[in-house]
């Protein structure tokens, strides 16, 4: 191999290093137009989805971060209710930096130590796949900002309990208690079905 080409293959190995280092990286950004809202809501759960999926999220570091995008997404509809239907330059910035401190924690907490055990089992997939049906919701516009609050406050109370169960059996699950979590699964699968097919958009 010649000289040429060693020079091209090591530059190729180095930007697709780079490439994939910036994959996750909890970017800052300028003042978003309300559009943009919408966008950064999607990207947080695809990234939650993705943590979920991996392992790289716990149950608890789930929770956590679930509660605070439910949050946010009830503290917009409330403002674009004050507001018919749109958000003030005020309230978008305010809503953008509470996004990227968001985006800075999921970014900590896919990259600590800690790691969920159980992200490829069934339990593990069924939350995984939740979060994507209600990114896509998001996605779409088929899910509001207080649709998807109410969905990711029971996602958070099922990611709650899990972990606790967890905690109190060695990190496993009875059989007792996988029926009783595919049980409330299906109650929330249920719930996202309804709300992205009910008459409720989210507003552009």
Same mark, same amino acid.
């Given at each position: 191999m010649? +000289?040429?080409?060693?020079?091209? *293959?090591?530059f190729a190995l180095v930007a697709s290093g780079q490439a994939f *280092?910036? @994959? %996750? @990286?909890? *970017?800052?950004?300028?003042? =978003?137009? %309300?559009?943009?809202?919408?966008?950064?809501? !999607?990207?947080? @759960?695809?990234? #939650?989805?993705? /943590?979920?999926?991996? /392992?790289q999220l716990t149950a608890g570091e789930t929770k956590n971060l679930e509660s605070r995008e439910a949050n946010v997404?009830? !503290? #917009?509809? %409330?403002? +674009?209710? *004050?507001? /018919?239907?749109?958000?003030?330059? @005020?309230e978008r910035n305010q809503v953008n930096r509470q996004q990227n401190n968001l985006s800075k924690s999921i970014y900590k907490d896919k990259h600590n130590a800690a790691q969920a055990h159980y992200g490829n089992n069934e339990v593990g997939q069924r939350r995984e796949n939740q979060q994507d049906r209600i990114a896509q919701g998001i996605r779409s516009g088929q899910m509001t900002a207080g649709e998807a609050a109410r969905t990711e406050n029971r996602e958070q109370g099922i990611n709650q309990q899990i972990h606790a169960d967890r905690a109190a059996n060695g990190g496993k699950l009875t059989g007792q208690e996988k029926r009783q979590i595919n049980k409330e699964q299906n109650g929330a699968s249920?719930? #996202?079905?309804?709300?992205?097919?009910?008459?409720?958009?989210? =507003?552009?």
């Open positions: 010649n +000289r040429t080409l060693v020079t091209f *293959a090591m *280092a910036q @994959q %996750d @990286q909890p *970017a800052q950004q300028p003042a =978003p137009k %309300d559009p943009t809202v919408n966008q950064r809501r !999607e990207n947080q @759960q695809d990234r #939650i989805a993705n /943590g979920v999926q991996s /392992g997404n009830r !503290e #917009i509809k %409330d403002d +674009r209710t *004050a507001n /018919g239907g749109t958000l003030t330059q @005020q249920r719930q #996202i079905y309804r709300q992205k097919h009910n008459n409720k958009v989210a =507003p552009k």
